[in-house]
């Protein structure tokens, strides 16, 4: 076994490690049935509600799936990272044959061609191979195969050393614990584009007051370290495992408002703050504000750094340089939604369709993290791979929620649907279903590759349906992974705006989607935004933080949400509802 990990790896990370074997399992050619158990293990541990560290293993062999071997393949990983299978796949097959397999479109058995017939080892190797037109060569690949290669490798390469927001925080608050662990009386915090939420950020940026260079020296030997980029007293850099590059600045007491207010902000947010700063005659800098006789004006809270300079306060979120220093100069800051704010998450999924919890658990967990309502919106019909469902089956799951929704207490379950938007435009279901429904979320899932002619008059068509009351992550975008259709946001946004309908902000890490500045576009010409989950199960429902962040990166207030709203109020708000 390998040695512990001072910060134990959580479920997710667990399961990318099963699933990483499974991939250099079928790579190999292993047996079916072993291959399905390590990728049926991942999802078992993806969804559990028990951390895998806590359990012996006993208690992981009580999960479904789980036999003897795999509980001590996931004990092992859960405490070290890894274990004795992937470190022995890893000798038979390079480390950097990994990132290959992480290419969009690129699954285990096309590697394993590559590899095999072309001795592709990384993704320089491909990339090589793919211009000079060896991919093609190999039988069952062909150009259009080779293109795709090509521009998966171009997205990877233009999107390289940037990290999800999820993800990223996921990092850095297992970091900030370790190094709390080994100064307990210190103060550290996570500052950079991770604190303004940005949606990804490329270094973790860590701030720590009250502690020596004994810090550094802990920071430099968290077991994930792959290479020290720098090491001295009060700085040190590292390049963690995953590509992370994490720094790490240690200052004095005196020192911590101006070293998180310079940390925090973004490049052009800090050149007006330190141009205000000179048009009085003084410095600022990461070490504090100074007059022009070198004495410290301010530099302990960031406040007194605002406040030094006749400014209110500035969220994180909002320092990008896009007109928060003259609303704080004005005193006109929004106060911004926070996640306490919602009162309702109105997309979601179920067994119905492709969900993974009924609606009674769904609804159990929901009303556990304090939600006052939910809509419950699985697919439409033309998704077949989610099952999703058609006219029939919509009416009985909408007679099921609402007979179940009577039965709560202080809780409310509407009876919703995401329907399809079919590349005409139409919606997947007829207009009397529609009708029924308490709730309709239109969204884009096929036909991705339109031109913005018709991918904008598709969104328009379906936003001028009288039962739509919701489009739901309009662009399609995968951060990191795939581009944004074609769609001409603002037409769309003033079409919304024409027909009373809500755009949302969906909160799946890789979406996100709309982005903060068309969210913010969006408020300006009088559309309201819902930030919705779209969880399809129990733990995504706490991926509306993420959406938050979001809404208050678009300087969006409570009153510019609808699902701040008690559940009343909130119905009456929706297009179908308005009088």
């Known amino acids: 076994m390998s040695t512990p990990l001072a910060a134990p790896l959580d479920n997710r990370a667990v399961a990318r490690v099963l699933t990483e074997i499974a991939d250099l399992l079928e790579l190999k050619g292993e047996n079916p049935f072993k291959i399905r158990a390590y990728r049926n293990g991942a999802d078992v541990v993806v969804h559990a509600a028990e951390a895998a560290l806590g359990l012996d293993e006993a208690g992981l062999r009580a999960w479904t799936g789980i036999g003897k071997d795999l509980a001590t393949r996931i004990r092992d990983i859960a405490a070290t990272g890894t274990c004795e299978i992937r470190q022995e796949l890893l000798k038979e097959f390079p480390e950097t044959l990994l990132e290959v397999l992480r290419l969009q479109g690129v699954g285990p058995k096309t590697v394993a061609l590559l590899y095999r017939e072309l001795h592709i080892k990384s993704l320089d190797d491909l990339s090589q191979a793919a211009k000079a037109g060896r991919v093609r060569g190999i039988k069952g690949m062909g150009a259009k195969k080779e293109d795709l290669i090509l521009k998966a490798i171009e997205e990877r390469q233009r999107h390289a050393g940037r990290h999800l927001l999820a993800k990223a925080t996921e990092v850095a608050d297992a970091l900030v614990a370790y190094l709390s662990s080994h100064a307990p009386a210190a103060t550290i915090v996570t500052v950079g584009s991770v604190r303004r939420g940005a949606e990804t950020s490329g270094d973790l940026d860590l701030l720590a007051t009250g502690a020596g260079a004994s810090l550094a020296n802990a920071f430099v030997t968290y077991p994930t370290v792959e290479r020290v980029l720098g090491h001295g007293p009060t700085k040190a850099s590292v390049l963690l495992r995953g590509g992370y590059q994490a720094d790490l600045r240690i200052v004095l007491p005196e020192q911590r408002g101006a070293a998180m207010q310079y940390f925090t902000g973004s490049k052009a947010h800090n050149i007006a703050l330190r141009d205000r700063a000179l048009a009085r005659g003084w410095k600022l800098n990461e070490y504090g504000l100074f007059d022009a006789h070198d004495q410290a004006i301010a530099g302990a809270n960031e406040e007194g750094i605002y406040e030094a300079l006749d400014l209110a306060w500035i969220p994180p979120e909002l320092r990008e340089n896009r007109g928060e220093l003259a609303a704080a100069e004005g005193a006109t800051l929004p106060v911004l939604v926070t996640p306490a704010d919602l009162k309702g998450d109105v997309h979601m999924h179920t067994t119905e369709s492709d969900g993974r919890e009924s609606l009674e658990s769904m609804a159990a967990a929901s009303q556990a993290r304090g939600l006052q309502y939910i809509a419950i919106t699985d697919h439409t019909q033309s998704l077949a791979m989610t099952n999703g469902l058609d006219e029939e089956r919509t009416y009985a799951a909408a007679e ?135 969880a399809h199960e129990i733990a995504a429902l706490g991926y509306t933080r993420w959406g938050v962040l979001t809404a208050r990166r678009a300087w969006l207030s409570p009153a510019d949400v609808l699902n701040t709203l008690p559940v009343a109020q909130f119905r009456k708000a929706l297009r179908r509802d308005r009088a």
Do not use: W
């Open 400 to 534: 099921h929620i609402r007979a179940y929704s009577a039965t709560l207490t202080e809780f409310t379950v509407l009876a919703g649907i995401e329907c399809d938007i079919l590349a005409d435009g139409t919606l997947d279901l007829a207009d009397d279903c529609l009708a029924s429904l308490d709730l309709v979320v239109a969204s884009v899932h096929s036909a991705m590759q339109q031109d913005e002619a018709e991918m904008t008059m598709r969104v328009i068509k379906a936003i001028e349906h009288p039962s739509v009351d919701i489009i739901g992550h309009l662009t399609g975008r995968m951060l990191l992974r795939r581009e944004p259709s074609r769609v001409n946001v603002e037409k769309v946004i003033d079409a919304a705006a024409a027909n009373g309908v809500a755009l949302e902000i969906n909160s799946q890490p890789y979406r996100l989607d709309l982005s903060d500045s068309h969210a913010r576009l969006a408020r300006d010409r009088g559309v309201k935004i819902v930030i919705n989950s779209d």
